[in-house]
């Protein structure tokens, strides 16, 4: 199948939403199986850190500073591949390769987290713009922010020539919330699996990864 009919078979909304799932499930799996830190989201493992340096547990401060400095390096990875001007179909590739070298090597604890995080940072910097709308698939809190003032906007259109909330981005927001739900429930269906559960999203990011070789 051709990457233009891929993408046409994956929309944005769906690739916005597919990503959202395995930020969610992968975020689980760093919260459930290695010392309730989180794999993607920052904005918690940033005020946990914080809590840790004041009470001086200095273990966790580690932990959670190796893994807000692990997805930061993928985070400006992914940026490098913007700047370079290389589609997001590699770095989103690449996002998956800490699954494989979690599931592998068989990481544990600080290791696994920081190789999780990595791979978070560089899906969540690969792509955040689908079709017109603006999301990030790594966290939820902002998409959270922007569904509420796409609503707000969808009961009081803003007095403009053009619009100011494209159309259908509050499909968008509900989507990928769901997902990201969707993504850590997920996660405990797949527990029997054992270390073979980080594989599973590579069947949705691949596909993804390369609809976006040609996407809209």
Known sequence: MSDGRLAALIPAPARAAL?????????AIGYLDYAHVFAANMTGNTVLL???VAQGEWPRVVTYALTLAAFLVGALAAEGFKRARVR????????????IAVCVLDLQDNWALATLA???????????????VNVQTVVITGTMLKLAEAAVYRVFPARSAQPLI????????WLTWLSYAAGAALSLAAKELGLLKLLL???????????????D
């Open 50 to 52: 914080s809590i840790s």
């Open 201 to 215: 999203p590579l069947v949705v990011l691949m596909p993804v990864a390369f609809s976006e070789a040609q996407r």
């Open 19 to 27: 990503l959202c799932l395995i930020a969610g499930y992968v975020d």
């Open 118 to 132: 990595l791979g978070m940072g560089l899906q969540g910097g690969a792509v955040a713009r689908f079709a017109d």
């Open 166 to 173: 494209p159309a259908g981005a509050l499909s968008v927001f």
């Open 88 to 99: 997001p179909t590699l770095p989103l590739l690449l996002s998956g390769v800490p699954l």
